[in-house]
C-alpha cells in the first residue's frame, strides 16, 4: 500500500523571477513543464515536473497545463474609496481630487456603502490576480475597519491604514490631529498583524497635512513595530508649487517627509513623477520604495515617469495601480503601460518580459518588506500563486499556441491577458478566487 505524502504538486508552465532583473542577466527562472509542491500553504520545491514528481511520487498531482503559473501579483498602490471613480477622465490631479475623488471619499461615512464598496474592492483585487496590496483606506476610522474586515474575509494580503488630512481638502474628510492619533491608535491595536493584515500609517499628502498631523504619523511609528507607511510624492506641477508655499522651510518635497523620518524599508511614496537628482540620492539612501503608477500618470496627464533614472540611482521602484487615478485593478495591464510609457518617454528603458514580471511581484515584495514571505517560487515562501489561462478562441489562446519560448509566452500575456484569464488565485496555497 502507498500512503500519500501531505502537499500538492501544480503542473503547468512557470514563471518567476526570485533576482532582480534589472541587475542580472536570465533572472527570468520559468519552467515549460514546471512542478511547485505546496505543502502546509508554502512552497515546498519549484522546477521541472518530473524531478519533482521523481522526488515526491506519492504526492497528489493537480494537471493545470494549457495555463500557467506566476506567483501573487502585487500592487503597491490603490484606494478602497475610490472604487467608483474609475473613469472620471479629462482632469488634472488637484481639479480630479475635487471633482471626483473626494466626494466619492465623502460618501464612506455611510457604513453600509462603505462596507459594499470594501466587498467589491477586494473581490476586484483577487479576480484580477492581486494577493497582496498596499491600500490607502478611507479617512473614517469605521470605513477603514470595514475594509479590514473584508480583507481579513478575503483571505488577501492587505496593508492599509485610515488617511489622515487636517486641512485643503473638504471638512468633512478633516480629522484633528488629537482623533487621528486616538482613531489610529485603535485600529492598529485592532488589526495591525491579525492574520494577514498590516496597518501602514497614512498621510494623504503633504498638501493636506499639517505639521502638528505629520507629528502624529511620527509618533505612531515610534509607538509600534513593524507599520508600514505610505503617501504620495511630487505627481504634479501644482501639487508640488502648493507644497512648496505651505512648508516654505523644506528644500523640496521629499524633504517634508524627511523631517518627520518618513521613509525605509516599508515606506512607499506613490508617482514621484517630477523629482530632482538629489531626493532620487536620498530616497535610494533611505530604502524608500517608489511605487510606479503608469496608468494614472497618463489618465491624469501628471507626466512621463524617470524610470531609468530611478533605476540609476538605486532606488527601489514597485507598481501600482492607483485606482482610481488610474484605469482599473490589473496589474498585468499596469506592467504593460509601464512598457508603453518607456517606450515613447525621452530616454525610456526598453522593459523586458523578466523585467515586467518583477516589477508587478517580487520588487513589491521588497517595496513592503515582504520579501521572505512572498514575492517568487523560492522554497519555503508562502505559496501565493495566480493560475493564468486564457478562454478559449481569443487571441491570447491563439498567440500561445504559437510562442516557442518562456520569455514570448510571458510577454503575450502581459500584453493580452485581463481578469477574464485569471482562473484561480491562491494565498498561502488556499484558493481565495475561482474564475
Ligand atoms: N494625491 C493625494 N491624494 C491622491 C489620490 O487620491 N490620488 C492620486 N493619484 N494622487 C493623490
Ligand atoms: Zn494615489
Known amino acids: 500500500m502507498t500512503v500519500s505524502e501531505p502537499g500538492e504538486l501544480l503542473r503547468a508552465p512557470l514563471f518567476h523571477t526570485p533576482r532582480n532583473p534589472f541587475l542580472q542577466d536570465r533572472a527570468l527562472e520559468s519552467h515549460w513543464d514546471g512542478g511547485l509542491l505546496i505543502?502546509?500553504?508554502?512552497?515546498?520545491?519549484?522546477?521541472?515536473?518530473e524531478t519533482i514528481r521523481a522526488a515526491h511520487p506519492n504526492t497528489t498531482t493537480t494537471d493545470l497545463r494549457g495555463g500557467f503559473l506566476l506567483p501573487g501579483l502585487i500592487d503597491t498602490h490603490i484606494h478602497f474609496p475610490q472604487l467608483r471613480v474609475l473613469g472620471g477622465l479629462g482632469r488634472t490631479l488637484l481639479d480630479w481630487l475635487e471633482e471626483c475623488a473626494l466626494p466619492e471619499e465623502a460618501r464612506m461615512t455611510d457604513e453600509a456603502y462603505a462596507r459594499e464598496t470594501a466587498r467589491r474592492f477586494v473581490h476586484a483585487l483577487a479576480s484580477h490576480g492581486t494577493t497582496t496590496a498596499l491600500v490607502f483606506g478611507a479617512?473614517?476610522?469605521?470605513?477603514?475597519?470595514?475594509l479590514f474586515e473584508a480583507a481579513s474575509a478575503s483571505g488577501l494580503r492587505i496593508v492599509s491604514g485610515m488617511v489622515m488630512s487636517d486641512r485643503?481638502?473638504?471638512?468633512?474628510?478633516?480629522?484633528?490631529?488629537e482623533a487621528a492619533y486616538r482613531e489610529s491608535s485603535d485600529l492598529i491595536r485592532c488589526y495591525h498583524r491579525r492574520g494577514r493584515l498590516l496597518y501602514a500609517v497614512t498621510p494623504r499628502f503633504a498638501l493636506s497635512t499639517s505639521e502638528a498631523m505629520l507629528e502624529v504619523c511620527q509618533t505612531l511609528r515610534r509607538e509600534h513595530e513593524g507599520l508600514r507607511f505610505q503617501t504620495h510624492l511630487n505627481e504634479n506641477p501644482r501639487e508640488i508649487a502648493e507644497v512648496a508655499r505651505l512648508f516654505p522651510w523644506a528644500s523640496d518635497y521629499l524633504a517634508v517627509y524627511e523631517r518627520f523620518g518618513f521613509g525605509g524599508r516599508g515606506a512607499v511614496m506613490a508617482h514621484n513623477v517630477h523629482t530632482t537628482a538629489s531626493e532620487l540620492e536620498r530616497l535610494a539612501a533611505g530604502d524608500?520604495?517608489?511605487?510606479?503608477?503608469?496608468?494614472?500618470?497618463?489618465?491624469l496627464g501628471s507626466g512621463l515617469f524617470a524610470l531609468r533614472r530611478h533605476l540609476n540611482a538605486g532606488v527601489r521602484v514597485a507598481l501600482g495601480t492607483d485606482v482610481g487615478g488610474g484605469t482599473g485593478f490589473g496589474m498585468l495591464k499596469e506592467a504593460l503601460q509601464a512598457y508603453m510609457l518607456q517606450r515613447v518617454a525621452p530616454e525610456g528603458a526598453?522593459?523586458?518580459?523578466?523585467?515586467?514580471?518583477?516589477?508587478?511581484?517580487?520588487?513589491?515584495?521588497?517595496?513592503?518588506?515582504?520579501?521572505?514571505?512572498?514575492?517568487?517560487?523560492?522554497?519555503?515562501?508562502?505559496?501565493d500563486v495566480v493560475y493564468i489561462k486564457p478562454p478559449e478562441d481569443t487571441p491570447l489562446?491563439?498567440?500561445l499556441e504559437r510562442t516557442e519560448t518562456p520569455e514570448q509566452a510571458l510577454a503575450a500575456i502581459f500584453t493580452l491577458a485581463g481578469a477574464e484569464s485569471i482562473r484561480e488565485v491562491r494565498v498561502q496555497g488556499t484558493i481565495v478566487y475561482k474564475g
Do not use: W
Not at 139 to 146: C, D, G
Not at 289 to 298: F, G, M
Open 397 to 399: 489562446s491563439a498567440v
Open 39 to 49: 505543502r502546509d500553504g508554502r512552497i515546498a520545491a519549484c522546477g521541472d515536473f
Open 350 to 383: 526598453l522593459l523586458d518580459a523578466a523585467q515586467m514580471l518583477y516589477l508587478a511581484t517580487r520588487a513589491g515584495a521588497d517595496a513592503l518588506g515582504l520579501d521572505r514571505e512572498v514575492g517568487d517560487f523560492e522554497p519555503d515562501k508562502a505559496a
Open 288 to 299: 524608500t520604495a517608489i511605487a510606479h503608477c503608469p496608468c494614472s500618470n497618463a489618465a
Open 139 to 146: 479617512h473614517f476610522a469605521a470605513a477603514t475597519a470595514v
Open 168 to 177: 485643503q481638502l473638504r471638512p468633512e474628510l478633516h480629522q484633528t490631529p
